[in-house]
């Protein structure tokens, strides 16, 4: 399907983070791949047999890109609220995941997937409990993403996750690979890092011209980590290095390196800074989320500057408790601000590069976040024509609108690898109140 998309203002960054503004832009879509960007003027000849959506009132930018995630925790959504990260987890969350089935993370995920298409959000990584059932919900709404082949000590083992690598990784047209979850230092013995981080060299070493996978882990995440891991190694009878932090627990383990996603980050010292920079480790921010669990910040400031590839998270819809990334776009853009007394910090413009391109770095994942002519054609429209968004004459500042303002029910159009999944504010390919039914019915039972 040939596709024109309509505008009043294109914004994007391209792979060399030069910021492009095109105003009254049209963008032309053949096949999954973007084949121009210009003014409707110099393009309008160039339409024929072509779908067109869009019209002046539209922003068009890059789909916005969740780099961290747990998808069908939306089953967990409102439930244990104002807790600490720890009995959250161990009290609450953990218990309920231990009734979990198949076809509950499948209802969960697509009701999640779904919502992040709504807000505008066209690629995502989750890490999750059988991930062949979120693999079905990204392969039935259109989504494009990353699963978790989970690696826990003692539950959930390495020759597991390598079989949903080679079952799902890269496959649904390339919309769909597979991370090696390892869901912490505190969950995972170090020699099971050291285990899965062998398999992933020797894979990314041995499949040329597939797709690298990636090693996601939450590090750092909170204040008592290192005690934790402690503890895990010492009722295993694994001796454990003489290390203050945890990210100085991973370099000890030789696992740091440009195929590591680390999301939060949030207990890291300069010196952790870096150590993740020297390595090329991928960070994935999740202010919100770690705002909510009380768990303090990240040192954004210093992480964004000094560390090369970095985007932004939701986290799980449990812990923040939407997959809306506007909400956390505008969070961060606004906390340092105030917290920091410093209001030059976190500047629109960054965020949006956070959110769109630096969310592909992120990822390690090529021809996304960006508009430039031959990438993917994940596009998403905002609709500006809102009492919130006015005025929307100030096009050169039309990201401070991104920042500030926007929430992810102003998106109108919805396109993933050139299909469109959203039109006008609806989802096309999916019953959302069968959606919403089936994961009702899930949490029901989960909670009886």
């Known amino acids: 399907m040939n596709l024109a998309i309509r505008g009043r203002l294109a914004i994007y960054f391209d792979s060399n983070l030069k910021l492009h503004i095109i105003k009254d832009p049209l963008v032309l879509v053949e096949g999954n791949s973007i084949l121009d960007i210009d003014s409707f003027s110099k393009l309008k000849k160039e339409i024929s047999n072509h779908d067109i959506i869009g019209d002046e009132n539209q922003l068009i930018i890059p789909g916005l890109i969740n780099c961290h995630t747990h998808l069908a ?37 697509k009701l999640g997937a779904i919502e992040s298409l709504l807000a505008g959000v066209t690629t995502l990584n989750s890490m999750y409990w059988y991930p062949s059932s979120e693999a079905q919900a990204f392969e039935e709404t259109g989504l494009r993403g990353m699963i ?17 690598i080679e079952k799902h990784h890269n496959t649904i047209q390339d919309r769909l690979r597979v991370s090696l979850s390892l869901h912490s230092p505190y969950t995972v013995t170090i020699p099971d890092f050291q285990g899965a981080n062998d398999y992933l060299k020797e894979y990314n070493e041995s499949q040329v011209d597939k797709p690298k996978i990636l090693l996601h882990t939450h590090l750092a995440e909170s204040e008592n980590e290192i005690e934790q891991s402690q503890k895990l190694h010492k009722e295993h009878g694994i001796e454990f290095p003489e290390v203050s932090t945890p990210t100085e627990l991973l370099e000890s383990t030789g696992i740091l390196s440009e195929y590591l996603l680390a999301a ?36 954004v400031p210093k992480i964004i500057t000094d560390i090369s590839s970095v985007g932004l998270g939701t986290d799980g819809p449990a812990s923040n408790n939407t997959l809306d990334l506007f909400d956390t776009i505008r969070f961060l853009a606004l906390y340092y601000k105030g917290f920091l007394h410093n209001p030059t910090l976190i ?9 769109t391109i630096g969310g592909a770095r992120a990822l390690n994942w090529r021809g996304i976040g960006t508009l430039e002519p031959g990438s993917l054609a994940d596009i998403i429209t905002i609709n ?39 039109k006008e504010n609806e989802i096309l390919r999916l019953d959302v109140d069968q959606s919403i039914n089936e994961v009702e019915e899930a949490t029901n039972r989960l909670l009886s």
């Open 384 to 422: 500006l024509k809102k009492p919130h968004l006015t005025p929307k004459n100030l096009d050169d500042s039309i990201l401070n609108h991104f920042a500030y303002a926007m929430n992810g029910n102003d998106v109108e159009n919805v396109v993933v690898d050139g299909k469109v999944v959203v």
């Open 347 to 355: 500047k629109a413009q960054e965020v949006f590069q956070l959110a």
């Open 148 to 164: 978790g082949a989970p690696v826990i000590t003692g539950i959930a083992e390495l020759p597991e996750a390598i079989e949903v």
């Open 73 to 109: 925790m939306t089953l967990f959504r409102g439930l244990a609220d104002d807790l600490p990260l720890d009995i959250w987890l161990r009290k609450h969350i953990w218990p309920l995941e231990d009734k979990l089935q198949a076809n509950d993370v499948y209802v969960g995920a």
């Open 264 to 299: 939060h980050c949030i207990h890291v010292n300069e010196n952790d800074i870096k150590i993740l920079e020297k390595n090329k480790v991928r960070v994935s921010l999740n202010p919100l989320s770690n705002a909510k669990l009380g768990n303090f910040m990240p040192p």
